[in-house]
């Protein structure tokens, strides 16, 4: 049996401007957008429509944020899938789980998030003596891609795209990178984090060459522990 979570927009919403990329990969999200807020338009025209994106993203690096960011730049529902969770059992069950949320996620022309996308050449290469049944898992994939429907978007993320197949890889449209944020962009980080603190809790040693998950695990301790400083000194 497969597994996903459905997000709806309302609830988690992120805004874009609360997204912490560097300015060529916010360049190509907020194009992205624009696109599909504009999909009507364009598609008259005969215009192509970017609607597959691959994230090489580092572990702690904003990957589920900046996939509901665009879910939410778009007003679209988020349809969450992660191949690690459903690449067990026979190759039937597993193809029929992928072409089923692939289903739900163009009925409701969603954006369709498939996270650890790597693990489909992982397991390939496992078993030797299941090479062809796994072959036509990786060309299911391949044609569920590309004819995923324009209207609709699909993100799939790795921080492993040395282990895809260059077959999936040209499947995609856009290639958006993140890895460990810049010194520049994490103190941008830490101010938008630390603005909703007091001044006295703001002064906290910013530590640099690290995740925003770490950053932000190190912020809030920083802080906690500012504050139960200033209590107990009372």
Known sequence: MYTYNYFINDSEKVLLDDLFVDDANKQIITRLISEHRYFKQLN????????KMLLNVSQGCGKTYTVKAIASGLEKNLIVLNLSNILSGSINDITHSIKTVFNIAAKEKAVLFIDEFDEISKVRSVDVKDGDEMGRLVNTMIHLIDYYPDNALLICATDYSEFIEPSLLRCFDLSVTIRKPSPDLLDDYYDKLLSSFPASLRSIERMYSISFAQAKDHALAAVKKAMI????SR
């Not at 008259?44 to 609607?51: Q, R």
């Not at 400083?229 to 107990?232: M, S």
Request: proline share 8%; no cysteine; aromatic share 8%.
């Open 44 to 51: 008259e025209y005969g215009l192509p429509i970017d609607n």
């Open 229 to 232: 400083d200033q209590i107990e």
